[in-house]
């Protein structure tokens, strides 16, 4: 069974720091690209960063230079460092394979002004 499980959100003043984490099947983890997305209210899912299964990276402009994606391929685990956050980084993220079409539940990130 697929399965995409995030974790690790909650509610933090602007300037603080969360580190996000999905636990993905190893089916759909080993020989993957694993991306991050994020859908505040009212707004459509943007990509925030991707890595590939050789380690490779991607960040929308938006957060770079603030987050970083990292991978445990012996835990099938991808990991989002989430510094400097603003309040504009309020959202429910969201982890993906790009060898599945299933999403997770999701994790709530709120950061108050």
């Known amino acids: 069974q697929v399965q995409l499980v995030e974790s690790g959100g909650g509610l933090v003043q602007a300037g603080g720091s969360l580190r996000l984490s999905c636990a993905a099947s190893?089916?759909?983890?080993?020989?993957?690209?694993m991306a991050w997305y994020r859908q505040a209210p009212e707004k459509q899912r943007e990509l925030v960063a991707f890595?590939?299964?050789?380690?490779?990276?991607y960040y929308a402009d938006s957060v770079k230079g603030r987050f970083t994606i990292s991978r445990d391929n012996d835990k099938n685990t991808v990991l989002l460092q989430m510094n400097s956050l603003k309040p504009e980084d309020t959202a429910v993220y969201y982890c993906?394979?790009?060898?599945?079409?299933?999403w997770g539940q999701g994790t709530q990130v709120t950061v108050s002004s």
């Open positions: 993906k394979s790009s060898t599945s079409l299933a």
């Open positions: 190893r089916s759909i983890f080993s020989s993957a690209t």
């Open positions: 890595i590939s299964s050789g380690g490779s990276t």
